[in-house]
């Protein structure tokens, strides 16, 4: 499997992404809303686009489709929900669904309710695992649920799914929000060393050529994978002494997406 992370250096900070069998050059574009610079990526590789995955419905993810499917001729794969909510989606997919790129290549499909409620991961099953997590989990954070989603069901998804992924699986990200993550992560966790030493060395980070997390690091910076931490629960209950001394994983992390709202 061959990744191509595209920076398209909108106001969004969206990353785009190429996938590629290696043996046939087809190619999965997810959520290439840069549609012209996927297409010209591809080309310099000489690949071919013939699939494209949405993670979810919203329009700097979707915006791009018509431009690759006119200039490929790919079909278009989305959560089976969305059929209302994205135009022309060829396959309807779910839990467990497997979707094959080329000869070498199979993602499966994740059902990531919590940014909206028809929301699609996607992990690798290769030597190196990877998750193209959309907008549900970022570098050190987690997605908003303000337009269509829900923070329960966001609080499930990384509870029953993302917090069980192998440490050694790789995170590609919808969008580029790493240093204000850690930020956030710092104002909650003041003690964190390693995300401390993180917002130092990629300050000044070029976005095309980003940090790519294992969830190992994800486990040591992310505020929404730390939510049994001392240092976490204590600067909580020094904000909001109703939450107790013991509160249940459900409830920090409720609060902090609350906070990280207007953080």
């Known amino acids: 499997?061959?990744?191509?992370?595209?920076?398209?250096?909108?106001?969004?900070?969206?990353?785009?992404?190429?996938?590629?069998?290696?043996?046939?050059?087809?190619?999965?574009a997810i959520d290439p809303l840069d549609f012209q610079q996927c297409?010209?990526?591809?080309?310099?590789?000489?690949?071919?686009?013939?699939?494209?995955?949405?993670?979810?419905?919203?329009?700097?993810?979707?915006?791009?489709?018509?431009?690759?499917?006119?200039?490929?001729g790919a079909k278009i794969i989305a959560h089976s929900n969305?059929?209302?909510?994205?135009?022309?989606?060829?396959?309807?997919?779910?839990?467990?669904d497997v979707?094959?790129?080329g000869h070498s290549v199979e993602l499966e499909c994740l059902d990531t309710p919590g940014h909206t409620m028809s929301h699609i991961c996607l992990l690798?099953?290769?030597?190196?695992?990877?998750?193209f997590s959309g907008d549900t989990m970022f570098n050190a954070g987690a997605g908003n649920c303000h337009n269509g989603g829900h923070p329960d069901e966001l609080f499930d998804t990384f509870e029953r799914q993302l917090a069980k992924l192998g440490d050694d699986t790789l995170l590609y990200p919808g969008h580029d929000y790493l240093l204000n993550n850690l930020g956030f992560t710092l104002d909650r966790e003041p003690d964190n060393a390693l995300a401390q030493k993180m917002i130092e060395d990629y300050s000044?980070?070029?976005?095309?050529?980003?940090?790519i997390t294992t969830f190992a690091q994800e486990k040591e910076i992310n505020i929404f994978l730390r939510?049994?931490?001392?240092?976490?629960?204590?600067?909580?209950?020094?904000d909001y002494p109703e939450v107790g001394d013991n509160p249940d994983a459900r409830t920090v992390f409720l609060k902090l997406r609350?906070?990280?709202n207007s953080w």
């Not at 969305?82 to 467990?96: E, K, L, Q, S, T």
């Open 39 to 72: 297409l010209a990526v591809a080309a310099e590789r000489g690949w071919s686009i013939t699939q494209i995955l949405n993670t979810h419905e919203h329009s700097d993810h979707i915006g791009g489709n018509k431009g690759v499917v006119r200039a490929t």
């Open 99 to 101: 979707i094959k790129v």
């Open 82 to 96: 969305a059929a209302g909510r994205i135009p022309n989606i060829d396959r309807g997919v779910g839990a467990g």
């Open 227 to 238: 939510l049994q931490n001392p240092s976490v629960i204590a600067r909580m209950a020094e």
């Open 124 to 131: 690798s099953k290769t030597d190196q695992p990877a998750l």
């Open 1 to 28: 499997m061959i990744v191509e992370q595209i920076w398209t250096g909108n106001a969004y900070r969206n990353f785009n992404y190429l996938i590629a069998c290696p043996e046939t050059g087809d190619a999965l």
């Open 204 to 211: 000044d980070q070029d976005p095309s050529n980003a940090l």
């Open 258 to 260: 609350e906070l990280r």
